[in-house]
């Protein structure tokens, strides 16, 4: 390299001002920016820093040195494409159920539904509960992806609480994911922490639901002072969405049909769960006997990207059925829906490029030095090492693997006067700070639910941030309460 920076907390402080600089200074795309910020992150990154960083993972030194000396457009359009990999179908699928919703009038049946149920001065506070209960089995953007087109259309029935809807369905679902399993992080926790499933789900749901009540009071003082209305979008335009909205209520599909697309995925997936975590194939299921194939159906069904595939093709068929297989409606239903999820999937793996450049640069491995001798005691210790590295580059899931690497053996060899849990419930919380430009999450959030990145940097991160730290004083008041030890 020219001009290289030995110092990775340089080197990703810089790069945050490329991108920040460049969405809110340049008013640049967020997918150019993200961009231009993992070339200039990758730019500055020297080969020892990468050949580090690539022998961290596990990588021997013939593929550390392959991996540095790969040229750096290589290396940021594997990174790009490896987080396109891992959401492009999801995303894609999403947008299809969630305008089949839309245009078949499903997503007005479950609004009214629920409206009879809550209320419409509750309606808020249904969406909290059921993006936290159904985060746990469920990725926190397919929770998105899926409860979006029924926020918007519960905003234009009520005409009010937009943003108050987004952010229970964000501040639900977050904290799910990163406190109970079995979603991948804490299933990595329990692993590496040595905490016993149950415990830990437990815990997790104890923890979350007190979180998310403090989540959802800023959501509501947020609310009432940005208001942020309901804003036209290619694949939900506001007329479409109020002509659907004064339909009567005999012409709207049943109410069983219209949650399909959302319950088929929500099952499969939670099945699936189940079985992996508590269903040894090895040793229960023999092999070519009737549990073996029926595990194996399982198994098959309930990867998310099929799981999402199957409730694509239940909305489709609601749609077609509902509009008496009209092939022009659904024709355009289906591009518009791909091609709004094509924005999404670019920004989406720039920002997964961007985060993985600055992994590179080895800033995790810089982070545990300078914790090593840190003197706090571990809860607050695993909180902000977890927050530093979240900030740093964006996932959250790597944020709980870092943390636990550097704190398992501290956790399991000292002789604690409160139970491992509370480290990795701590661990957890730490995860949701702070979110922004280079995490997936916040881009998903921005752009399906039409935030500008000024309003989700004041709404969205606010909220997340606080139900983080929020757990973090609960946990501390828990270990001290209650051991468990």
């Not at 005999?250 to 769960?273: G, M």
Request: proline share 4%.
């Amino acid at each position: 390299m020219l001009f290289t920076i030995e110092n990775p907390l340089l080197i990703v402080l810089l790069g945050m001002l490329f991108v920040i600089g460049g969405i809110i200074g340049l008013r640049l795309h967020a997918f150019l920016a993200l961009l231009i910020g993992a070339f200039a992150v990758a730019f500055i990154t020297s080969s020892e820093a990468i050949i580090i960083y690539a022998t961290g993972k596990g990588m021997g030194m013939e593929a550390a040195q392959n991996l540095a000396d790969t040229k750096i457009g290589l290396r940021i359009a594997n990174e790009f494409g490896r987080t396109c990999g891992k959401i492009g179908i999801l995303i894609a699928m999403a947008s299809i159920i969630g305008k089949c919703l839309l245009e078949s009038g499903g997503a007005e049946k479950i609004v009214r539904a629920c409206l009879k149920i809550s209320g419409e001065k509750r309606a808020p506070i249904t969406f909290l509960g059921s993006s936290f209960f159904i985060g746990i089995p469920v990725f926190f953007d397919t929770v998105f992806y899926l409860m979006v087109p029924l926020a918007k259309a519960m905003a234009m029935k009520i005409g009010k609480n937009y943003l108050l809807l987004i952010l229970a369905i964000t501040a639900g679902a977050a904290m799910s994911n990163s406190l109970v399993p079995p979603t991948p992080g804490p299933l990595f926790l329990i692993g590496e922490l040595d905490i016993p499933i149950g415990l830990m789900m437990l815990g997790g749901i104890i923890v979350g639901i007190i979180t998310i009540i403090t989540g959802y009071a800023f959501a509501v003082w947020a609310n009432k002072k940005w208001i942020i209305p309901l804003r036209d979008s290619i694949d939900a335009p506001l007329d479409h969405i109020k002509s659907l909205s004064t339909q009567d209520d005999r012409r709207l599909p049943s109410l069983w049909f219209s949650v399909s697309p959302i319950l088929i995925p929500i099952l499969l997936i939670s099945i699936k769960a189940v079985a992996d975590s508590f269903i040894d194939v090895k040793f229960h299921v023999s092999e070519g006997g009737p549990l073996y194939y029926l595990y194996s159906i399982i198994d098959f069904f309930g990867e998310k990207n099929i799981a999402l595939v199957c409730g694509a093709i239940a909305a489709l068929l609601l749609l077609v059925l509902h509009k008496k297989g009209d092939r022009k409606v659904i024709r355009d239903s289906v591009q518009t829906a791909l091609m709004s999820a094509g924005i999404i999937i670019l920004i989406t793996s720039a920002g997964g490029a961007f985060g993985g450049m600055l992994q590179q640069t080895g800033i995790s491995n810089k982070l545990s030095e300078m914790t090593s001798e840190y003197q706090m005691t571990l809860i607050p210790m695993a909180f902000l090492i977890t927050a530093i590295v979240r900030t740093a580059q964006g996932s959250a899931t790597v944020a709980m693997i870092t943390a636990s690497g550097i704190l398992s053996g501290l956790a399991t060899s000292q002789n604690l006067e409160f139970h491992q849990l509370y480290i990795g419930l701590a661990i957890g919380c730490g995860s949701k700070l702070i979110p922004w430009m280079n995490d997936s999450g916040f881009w998903i959030v921005c752009k399906m639910s039409n935030l500008t990145e000024k309003e989700a940097l004041k709404t969205f991160s606010p909220t997340l941030t606080i139900m983080g730290i929020t757990g973090l004083i609960v946990i501390i008041i828990g270990a001290k309460l209650f051991p468990l030890v």
